[in-house]
């Protein structure tokens, strides 16, 4: 939105996202729904197919790609990264954090499909925790688009320990999450308030207390 001025005290989603990747050292966790930071005006499959490169440049297309060249950069330098996503609806949105943890023992990147645990649903969170120090939680998707285009809101945390600390266990559920067999840890049951047969974990407390797994 060029045309909108910034609130005086109020960052940008970019410049955050940027700072935080600029300026890990150590570690870097994030959750996403999905990824598109670097645009394709000449992939049919896209929604940016067909605008020229000045229009991409208008739109603001930049401030993914620099975002982009921020990770590559940190992962570079070896600090440890973690990414988790949703799969998305085309493969493509899974292909930018594929690429950067290719080759780069210190890159993780996992994909958590929700509903092979409670039968729907999808990771929705976007959420980056830097140095177990500074969070950011917020609306925008790793989507240049995201950046740019679209109104988006989000909180950063800078330099709080205790609040980064209370994230990294939420970040470490969903990863120990993606990291086991759903069909090992997941059961049918009778929900009685929706009369409806629901899949869930076996620690859900949809099954009786006697019954649940640890």
């Known amino acids: 939105m060029p045309h909108l001025f910034h609130v005086p005290g109020v960052l940008s989603t970019g410049d955050v996202l940027s700072w935080m990747a600029a300026n890990s050292t150590r570690r870097l966790d994030i959750i996403a729904q ?26 603001g297309a930049q401030e993914g790609a620099a975002l982009y060249q921020a990770l590559e950069d940190s992962a570079d330098r070896n600090v440890s990264i973690r990414l988790l996503s949703h799969s998305g609806v085309s493969p493509k949105f899974t292909l930018e954090p594929s690429t950067l943890a290719a080759g780069r023992p210190n890159v993780e990147n996992v994909t958590l499909l929700l509903k092979d645990w409670w039968g729907s649903g999808i990771v929705h969170a976007k959420v980056w925790i ?8 917020g609306s925008a998707n790793n989507d240049w688009k995201s950046l740019t285009q679209v109104k988006e809101v989000g909180i950063y945390f800078a330099d709080c320990p205790t609040i980064a600390n209370k994230v990294e266990v939420y970040f470490n559920n969903l990863w120990k999450l993606a990291s ?34 640890k």
Not at 34 to 59: C, H, I, K, N, V
Not at 183 to 209: G, L, M, N
Request: with cysteine; glycine share 2%; aromatic share 16%.
């Open 130 to 137: 830097s140095d177990k120090r500074d969070v950011y939680i």
């Open 34 to 59: 999905y990824w598109e930071l670097l645009a394709s005006p000449d992939d049919p499959r896209s929604g940016d197919y067909g605008y020229t490169q000045q229009q991409m440049q208008e739109f």
């Open 180 to 213: 086991l067999n759903s069909s090992d840890y997941t059961k049918t049951v009778f929900d009685q308030t929706w009369q409806v047969e629901r899949k869930v974990p076996c620690w859900s407390h949809f099954i009786d207390p006697k019954e649940r797994c």
